[in-house]
């Protein structure tokens, strides 16, 4: 993971939008991910992004991705107390399967 | 619909023992499989990955080795663990998508 990075925690209020930012290396890139990683749990996916679209909106998840700064985000509106988690963005490197993480963001919502 | 095991959930090893974990997927056939793992408070680090039976590519040198005995089993293994062995090991699958799905994971505990 050490070519994704993510800021390790972040912590919101019940209600407000939590924004989880990812920086990455790899222009060629195809596909970029968020994942969600519960308490003692595997990692579920969340959304994803292809190289060539800037935006992609899913009910309270949005993603923005700027491939000049190599820079993803993952903005979560109305955040809740189901929504404490692991973060991890991740990219598809070339034409094959193998992600690349990043270390997580632990996000923390406190009513 | 398709699911995605492993097994044990959780295990406590002595240093120099051997290990054994598995992976099945069931509702899809020739699956790319990986095995990852997840240090405490690090990212995810890809160890291998298979895109058929008999097929396997490290990803990392280390201690550990993997083996894929049936289109759909997984089996990540160790002659001896080490210390550095500890962590949470994750199987993912994916198949003719960029999307990975992961199981619930398994936390190696070497003593």
């Known amino acids: 993971g050490?070519?994704?990075?993510?800021?390790?925690?972040?912590?919101?209020?019940?209600?407000?939008?939590?924004?989880?930012?990812?920086?990455?290396?790899?222009?060629?890139?195809?596909?970029?991910?968020?994942?969600k990683q519960e308490p003692g749990a595997g990692l579920q996916l969340l959304t994803y992004i292809f190289s060539n679209m800037d935006m992609k909106q899913d009910q309270r998840l949005t993603v923005l991705l700027n491939k000049k700064d190599k820079h993803l985000s993952l903005r979560i509106a109305d955040?809740?107390?189901?929504?404490s988690a692991i973060y991890f963005c991740a990219e598809s490197r070339g034409n094959t399967d193998k992600l690349i993480f990043g270390t997580?963001?632990?996000l923390q919502v406190f009513p | 619909s398709q699911t995605i095991h492993q097994w044990p959930a959780t295990l406590v090893q002595p240093v120099g023992s051997p290990l054994s974990l598995e992976c099945t997927v069931?509702?899809?056939?020739?699956?790319?499989?990986?095995?990852?793992?997840?240090?405490?408070?690090?990212?995810?680090?890809?160890?291998?990955?298979?895109?058929?039976?008999?097929?396997?590519?490290s990803e990392v040198p280390q201690n550990?080795?993997?083996?894929?005995?049936?289109?759909?089993?997984?089996?990540?293994?160790?002659?001896?663990?080490l210390?550095?062995?500890?962590?949470?090991?994750?199987?993912?699958?994916?198949?003719?998508?960029?999307?990975?799905?992961?199981?619930?994971?398994?936390?190696?505990?070497?003593?």
């Open chain 2, 26 to 57: 069931e509702g899809t056939s020739n699956p790319n499989l990986y095995w990852y793992r997840q240090a405490a408070g690090r990212g995810l680090q890809l160890l291998f990955y298979s895109v058929g039976i008999g097929q396997i590519s």
């Open chain 1, 2 to 35: 050490e070519d994704v990075e993510q800021s390790l925690f972040l912590s919101v209020r019940e209600g407000d939008s939590s924004v989880i930012n990812c920086t990455y290396t790899d222009s060629s890139s195809t596909y970029l991910y968020w994942y």
């Open chain 2, 64 to 81: 550990l080795s993997a083996s894929r005995p049936q289109d759909r089993q997984f089996i990540l293994s160790s002659k001896k663990l």
């Open chain 1, 104 to 106: 997580g963001t632990r």
């Open chain 1, 79 to 83: 955040t809740q107390t189901g929504d």
């Open chain 2, 83 to 111: 210390l550095s062995d500890s962590g949470f090991y994750l199987c993912a699958w994916s198949i003719q998508s960029y999307e990975q799905y992961f199981g619930p994971g398994t936390r190696l505990t070497v003593t």
